[in-house]
């Protein structure tokens, strides 16, 4: 499943590497990846339904300020909007980041990424994670609620062979319990996310990246 996500996840990953260098062609390696996968696109597309960016946008500009709104969908249409503003040029990339107000001077790149770009990929993301579990039958989907809880268990009996420090472990643990827990209420919104968060955790500290396949593989038929 995870590897449908790849090249839209790498496509962010670049576009964040890459500074202003060549923007465009980065976004449009982002617009692609989420164009040629039928589901990212779906995703995408009933975001967009019955959305109207420029009033939205242009509402936004007068208020003087971008604030993502609250919502998955929402989100993900504005986003995704965004960017294809930018690459057809109705709006100036370097124009729109020269107005984000950062703490530190030159730091508006960044900040582009971490508040508008980064939440969109999970956005996405999650929203991919839900798609996946909502097409399956109501009777096997309450499986994986008890697949996970069982491979969190398991996780748990070998937590300290990762060699994590005191932090990263505690960090771990507070992911895999609040996993669990979501597991009990089987609130299936709440797992979507916390899979995108363990995803994450484990390829930033990847000794623990097997704990993770064996969760996805719970989501498997």
Do not use: W
Request: aromatic share 14%; net charge negative.
């Amino acid at each position: 499943m995870e590897e449908e996500l790849i090249p839209f996840n790498t496509a962010c990953e670049e576009f964040a590497n890459g500074k202003f260098i060549f923007p465009e062609n980065k976004i449009a390696s982002i617009l692609n990846a989420l164009e040629n996968n039928e589901k990212l696109k779906a995703i995408v597309s009933n975001a967009l339904s019955n959305y109207n960016f420029n009033e939205i946008y242009a509402n936004m500009v007068e208020n003087g300020s971008i604030d993502l709104p609250d919502t998955n969908n929402e989100l993900i249409a504005f986003v995704y909007s965004l960017l294809f503003n930018f690459q057809n040029k109705f709006l100036h990339f370097n124009d729109f980041v020269a107005k984000i107000k950062t703490e530190t001077a030159g730091e508006e790149f960044k900040e582009f990424c971490s508040s508008i770009l980064f939440p969109f990929r999970e956005a996405i993301n999650t929203a991919f994670y839900s798609q996946s579990m909502s097409t399956s039958a109501p009777e096997v989907k309450k499986t994986y609620f008890v697949k996970l809880k069982t491979a969190i268990e398991q996780i748990f009996k070998n937590i300290d062979n990762f060699k994590l420090k005191m932090t990263e472990k505690e960090e771990f643990s507070m992911l895999l319990n609040s996993l669990y827990l979501a597991c009990e209420k089987c609130d299936k919104k709440l797992v979507y996310s916390l899979m995108v968060g363990l995803d994450y955790f484990t390829k930033a500290y990847k000794k623990t990246r097997n704990a993770y396949y064996s969760l996805e593989e719970c989501f498997a038929n």
